[in-house]
């Protein structure tokens, strides 16, 4: 059994914010470059108001208190320590089993596992500032309980082994959350309490429980230590799904063949110390979350003192098939001089009959309408190596492993070829398109003529298409390498991340061009001249490319003939880069990181006393170092990003040491 609590002050807010919480995303996105932030850490004058720098128009209010307010800024010292939140977690784990010898053949147990995590917590907006001040607090509960009963069988028959089992599984999962938040402002200044909302509060209540129950049965067969044979068997029901269709079945047979048992050469296996071959193939289910069954009823907040509700947006026709996922995978296992070990895998997994809801005609009274439909077909390869270069007082082990993974779509519902995913500002989108890899970003992309010049307008700003195709997000291959290294009790262990390719889009470049905020927004044109200063100054950018079609200046027609407008830089950095949205903000993910390091000491065993066998001493640094990552001249750790395809305005990476002690007893 173990248990965790965690309480956490003054988290700071993250993505792409309209209220000014996120103090990363304004430093990166829209803030002033040339503040004094030390002036402004006293941003409060003596009778409690706040200071500003950006104030209103004296002239259009004879009110100071509405012309000296804050009018698109807030001081980031004002939002840290009083926009806060809090938060407080407790997680208990828990495992109670029993085992029975029956004879030296068969054998019972049973388990029951508990794992429970507790939340509460608050936020704050203080009085005075550009929000509207208030206060939230919410509470959950989230558990789950296993309850799994087996009966187990083992026996040699000469040559022969068998190794098997049945058995049973109940899981039970339970949500319950309740929010509350102020509306209308706080009745008395920063009086944190729902009690002091001015008009009725919103709450939010959300609540499910989910049950499973399974039957399995598992069998390995054995012959001379090596050739293997495994098989497996599961049934599921599911109380997500419909009556008539909650029970799903899947099976998995898998063997392998540890071919270097059947040679006796000696030189052999002093170069090949032990080789195994392996191939599986498996089925798996998969169900939904609960009530997406039949279309919801939601509750939504009242329309003045009248309770409301309203249909669900998504069309459910109540009769949902489970999920099917086919796996097929060979592999094999190779150890070299009894110093290196080679593991390669080769998988391919077919995604049927997936849960989707698709868009529809909003005339129908839906926005979506949910479907089993589609087959996604994921292949790719694993590898890891492993050794011991050195051994004895000094030793030395190291590990490095080596993925790439593509999927592609391969059909989706009949007459749909493409299924959007999500989206993002400026006409960004993630969708999985038949044929084409999972994952890809569409958007604007500047048009260009059929010898790929870009197309611009008598203005100079050039012309773009939509709906245009830049990439996938999955990344080319990812990996690790492990370090340990240890000299009589001394221990110093590493490691590093790395991926390459994949394609992610990011506000903070964005915006960080568009406002003129990162440094290469600063800089020369083609006649030496700062490019800030107006066009009609000898300033501004000229973007290569030639007049479109039909363009005329100044009554001459110039179409096909090079561009000569020059644009003001504000426009070129960000009208028409928006307008080349997904090349010009989609970042390469790739990265090399330094992940984690702890120098260790192993204590003398003098001074452990008999009940403890070993204990050993460390300092470590977890994610300490990003190496290099073309994202990271824009601030942005491309392996921590809040959402798999995008960006929206990233916190500062964390860099956390500490001191670690580990006991065996």
Known sequence: MSFTSNRQEGRPQEGYRLDGLNVTQNFNQ????????????????????????????????????????????????????????????????????????????????????????NTEGDFRIASGGLNTDGYSIYQNTVREMNYESNLLYKRVFGDFSVDALVGGNIRRNYLSELSEETQGGLSFPNAFDIAYSIARPLIDRDYSKQTVRSIYSRASFGYKSFLFIDATARNDWSSTLPVENNSYLYPSIGGSFVFTELINSDAFKNVLTSGKLRASWAQVGADLAPYRVFTAIDNE???????????????????????????????????????????????????????????????????????????????????????????????????????????????????????????????????????????????????????????????????????????????????????????????????????????????TKLYGYGTGLHENTVGVNDKGNDWRDFPSNGGGILIPGVYAPGTKISGEDVSGKPNETYIPARTYFYTSLQRDNINANVIDGSYLKLREVRLGYELPK???????????????????????????????????????????GQLSSTRTMGVNLRVRL
């Open 606 to 648: 003098s001074v452990l006393g008999s009940m403890i066998k070993s204990a050993n001493l460390g300092l470590m640094v977890s994610n300490a170092w990003l190496i290099s990552a073309p994202a990271k001249e824009f601030g942005i750790d491309p392996s921590e990003l809040e959402n798999t395809w995008y960006e929206g």
């Open 301 to 507: 907040p009242p329309y003045g003192s009248t309770p409301s509700a309203q249909i669900g947006n998504e069309y459910r026709t109540g009769k949902i098939k489970p999920a099917l996922t086919t796996s097929r995978e060979i592999g094999t296992d190779l150890r070299f001089f009894n110093v290196v070990g080679l593991e390669f895998t080769y998988y391919q997994d077919d995604n049927e009959n997936q849960i989707l809801s698709l868009n529809i005609d909003p005339a129908t009274g839906f926005s979506t309408y949910q479907i089993n439909a589609g087959k996604i077909q994921r292949k790719g390869i694993e590898a890891a190596i492993t050794a011991t270069p050195l051994r004895g007082d000094f030793t030395w082990d190291v590990a490095l492993n080596f993925g790439r993974n593509r999927s592609e779509i391969v059909e989706l519902a009949d007459g749909l070829q493409t299924y959007l995913a999500s989206t993002q500002r400026n006409d960004t989108r993630l969708e999985h398109r038949v044929g084409k890899e999972w994952g890809m970003l569409v958007g604007r992309m500047w048009q260009r003529d059929e010898q790929g010049r870009v197309l611009v307008g008598s203005n100079g700003i050039p012309l773009y298409e939509i709906n245009k195709e830049r990439g996938t997000i999955q990344p080319d291959f990812t990996g690790g390498l492990f370090n340990n290294i240890s000299y009589k009790g001394i221990s110093l262990a590493f490691s590093f991340d790395f991926q390459q390719g994949g394609l992610f889009h990011s506000l």
């Open 30 to 117: 829209w803030f002033q470059r040339q503040l004094d932030f030390g002036r402004l850490k006293n941003y409060r004058n003596p009778d409690g108001s706040l200071q500003s720098w950006n104030i209103g128009d004296p002239n259009g209010t004879g009110n100071p208190d509405l012309y000296l307010a804050p009018q698109y800024w807030d001081s980031p010292y004002f939002v840290i320590n009083e926009n806060y939140g809090t938060s407080n977690s407790n997680r208990l784990v828990g495992n109670l089993g029993l085992n029975y010898k029956f004879n030296d053949n068969f054998s019972w147990q049973s388990f029951a596992r508990m794992s429970q995590r």
